[in-house]
């Protein structure tokens, strides 16, 4: 049974331009492996966290480093839960979350299911 569905839209160019102009912007969304790479790629990942806090009823409270945007060897992205977002999920059930993320002309985006 579907439980939660969120879906986020980011402009690249914008995003870099915060993290840019907010020290610490990016420490305090991603994990350190999040942080290895490009900033379309993050503008992805951020758009991931957007989507999943979304699809879990935009809670205050969680922590944006408590999940974290991995993937797998086939390159298929999924989430990691710690802390605050771990317990959210155990609380409301949530025992899959499908993510898709997609990247193109200048726009990152996301899309994540949850599941009890």
Known sequence: MIVGIGIDVTQVSRFSEAAARTPGLLHKIFTPAEQDTSMQRMAGR???KEAFAKALGAPTGL???DVEV???DQGKPYFTCTGTVAALVAERGIASIHLSITHDAGIAS???VCEA
Do not use: E, H, M, N
């Open 70 to 72: 991995r993937k797998d």
């Open 110 to 112: 996301a899309v994540v």
């Open 63 to 65: 922590v944006w480093t």
């Open 46 to 48: 951020f758009a991931a």
